[in-house]
């Protein structure tokens, strides 16, 4: 048979398009993942359910920005047979043609992902716009992060609530991770 020719073409976002804004003084998280894409729904329900409440007992004044994709009330009700609820201090945006001015607004990325889908390049555009993220595991598997020096990866809900928290509460840790995982983006990504 024919010997094919295969390239890997690596994962890599337009660092030129994201770049890094100055933080608002605010508390602001951001979780951005199209509900037409049931791991994303889970993330979200994981988050809401589990981890938002402790976040909210001890940060009382976090808010929280969904971009949950076109139709993801829909999307919704399909996987779970229920409405949409979300609660005070939560903003859910349908589409959103450039997500660039919400990550600036952003003083915090999560990524609660129950089940790998694949790369996920939403890490990497927070990495490219130097936003801290909070993740699983399986969130951020496969791009070279480490716990605590340019990521802070959390499973269970009140490890992931007290790595949200901490890191609201803390601007230099935030910062710090902040930075790493820009660097990372400008070394490996781009």
Not at 28 to 50: K, M, V
């Amino acid at each position: 048979g024919r010997s094919g020719r295969v390239r890997i073409v690596p994962n890599g976002v337009d660092l030129e398009r994201f770049t890094p804004a100055p933080e608002p003084p605010a508390r602001r998280i951001l979780f951005i993942g199209s509900f037409n894409h049931f791991p994303n729904i889970e993330a979200f329900r994981f988050f809401r359910d589990e981890v938002w409440p402790l976040v909210r007992s001890r940060v009382p004044d976090a808010e929280w920005t969904v971009v949950a994709g076109r139709d993801h009330r829909l999307y919704w009700r399909q996987f779970t047979g229920a409405d949409l609820e979300t609660g005070d201090s939560v903003r859910v945006h349908d589409f959103v043609r450039d997500v660039r001015p919400l990550y600036a607004e952003a003083n915090l990325v999560v990524v609660p992902t129950l089940v790998s889908a694949g790369t996920n390049l939403k890490v990497l555009e927070a990495m490219a716009m130097e936003r801290a993220v909070v993740s699983t595991a399986c969130g951020c598997a496969g791009l070279g992060l480490e716990h605590g020096r340019s990521v802070w990866i959390a499973d269970s809900a009140s490890d992931f609530a007290a790595g949200v928290e901490g890191l609201l509460l803390d601007p230099e840790a935030r910062s710090r991770l902040a930075r790493a995982a820009r660097r990372l983006a400008s070394e490996q990504y781009d």
